[in-house]
């Protein structure tokens, strides 16, 4: 499965978080603590918000491992931001190694990222699609099950202004995963799902870690840190206090540093991060009957 991480708080360089800690994002393309087995190779991805200038978000993607290549390093070196989301990749058996799959995806000013798969999806993409809305699928430009969930999780938002911010994408993400699961369900499908999902707006994020077999002991890992700073200095990274107005919060499918504050998320449960960086856990309510 994959590894990703998401950063929201005061601004800092991308290397902090793909390059420099014990357990950066790099580390874990060829290393992951959390997985039977460690490489991350299938291509890596990188988003993050200049809000100064856009809503939407940059994209760095490629398919060559994040280990080797040298041009993350030096972006990352250079690159700051208040909201930046890190991925490496292995691919599910079966889909093409290109781009179009690599994530995290975008669409106007949201960002999307997956560890996992839907049990089954051959089997389902066709009604997937057919849940889709048109200008929903039309966002879909390559062949992954969780570009297909990054769809339905747009078409489950409900109108800006209606719901809080983190409400708002937390409502989607399980839209999506109930969506995905019916679907499952009606088609007698066995095959276990491994769905941890971040969609993120820039400002505000939801984070779930969920596996369809309730009794299933290999939910994928998904960890949560808060502070006020998280930094990097002298070669060790860490989350400290700071003179900050706003803190920091960080999801991670392993801990990137050995400081003390992440918390392992309860499998089947939601992440809220709040505009104002605090967080909120909650159970996933996927009730399709």
Same mark, same amino acid.
């Given at each position: 499965?994959? *590894?990703?991480?998401?950063?929201?708080? =005061?601004?800092?360089?991308? @290397?902090?978080?793909?390059?420099?800690? %014990?357990?950066?994002?790099?580390?874990? $393309?060829?290393?992951?603590?959390?997985?039977?087995?460690?490489?991350?190779?299938?291509?890596?991805?990188?988003?993050?918000?200049?809000?100064?200038?856009?809503?939407?978000?940059?994209?760095?993607?490629?398919?060559?491992?994040?280990?080797?290549?040298?041009?993350?390093?030096?972006?990352? %070196?250079?690159?700051?931001?208040? +909201?930046?989301?890190?991925?490496?990749?292995?691919?599910? =058996?079966? /889909?093409?190694?290109? *781009?179009?799959?690599?994530?995290?995806?975008?669409?106007? =000013?949201?960002?999307?990222?997956?560890?996992?798969?839907?049990?089954?999806?051959?089997?389902?993409?066709?009604?997937?699609?057919?849940?889709? @809305?048109?200008?929903?699928?039309?966002?879909?430009?390559?062949?992954? #099950?969780?570009?297909?969930?990054?769809?339905?999780?747009?078409?489950?938002?409900?109108?800006?202004?209606?719901?809080?911010?983190? %409400?708002?994408?937390?409502?989607?993400?399980?839209?999506?995963?109930?969506? !995905?699961?019916?679907? *499952?369900?009606?088609?007698?499908?066995?095959?276990?799902?491994?769905?941890?999902?971040?969609?993120?707006?820039?400002? $505000?994020?939801?984070?779930?870690?969920?596996?369809?077999?309730?009794?299933?002991?290999?939910?994928?890992?998904?960890?949560?840190?808060?502070? *006020?700073?998280?930094? +990097?200095?002298?070669?060790?990274?860490?989350?400290?206090?700071? #003179? /900050?107005?706003?803190?920091?919060?960080?999801?991670?499918?392993?801990?990137? @540093? #050995?400081?003390?504050?992440?918390?392992?998320?309860?499998?089947?449960?939601? !992440?809220? !991060?709040?505009?104002?960086?605090?967080?909120?856990?909650?159970?996933? #309510?996927?009730?399709?009957?």
């Amino acid at each position: 499965m994959c *590894r990703f991480v998401l950063y929201l708080g =005061p601004e800092i360089l991308m @290397s902090t978080l793909v390059t420099l800690p %014990r357990n950066s994002i790099v580390h874990q $393309s060829f290393h992951a603590e959390m997985r039977s087995e460690p490489l991350n190779g299938d291509g890596f991805g990188l988003a993050w918000y200049a809000s100064n200038i856009t809503p939407r978000p940059a994209l760095f993607k490629s398919v060559s491992p994040a280990w080797s290549n040298m041009n993350l390093r030096s972006l990352a %070196r250079v690159t700051h931001s208040s +909201c930046i989301l890190a991925h490496v990749r292995a691919a599910t =058996p079966g /889909l093409t190694v290109f *781009r179009e799959n690599c994530h995290p995806f975008s669409y106007g =000013p949201f960002s999307f990222m997956h560890n996992g798969s839907i049990g089954g999806f051959p089997r389902i993409k066709r009604e997937i699609q057919n849940h889709l @809305s048109d200008e929903s699928f039309k966002v879909i430009l390559g062949s992954t #099950d969780s570009e297909h969930l990054f769809a339905l999780a747009l078409d489950c938002l409900t109108p800006e202004g209606v719901d809080p911010p983190a %409400r708002r994408l937390a409502d989607a993400l399980a839209g999506a995963i109930r969506i !995905v699961e019916m679907l *499952r369900h009606n088609a007698g499908e066995t095959e276990i799902s491994y769905l941890n999902l971040v969609l993120t707006d820039g400002t $505000s994020a939801a984070a779930t870690r969920y596996v369809s077999d309730p009794l299933d002991n290999t939910a994928a890992s998904l960890f949560s840190h808060t502070g *006020r700073q998280y930094v +990097c200095e002298d070669g060790v990274c860490k989350m400290v206090a700071a #003179d /900050l107005e706003d803190g920091a919060v960080l999801v991670a499918s392993e801990p990137l @540093s #050995d400081d003390e504050g992440w918390d392992l998320v309860p499998p089947n449960h939601i !992440v809220l !991060v709040h505009p104002d960086r605090t967080i909120s856990w909650e159970p996933l #309510d996927l009730d399709f009957s």
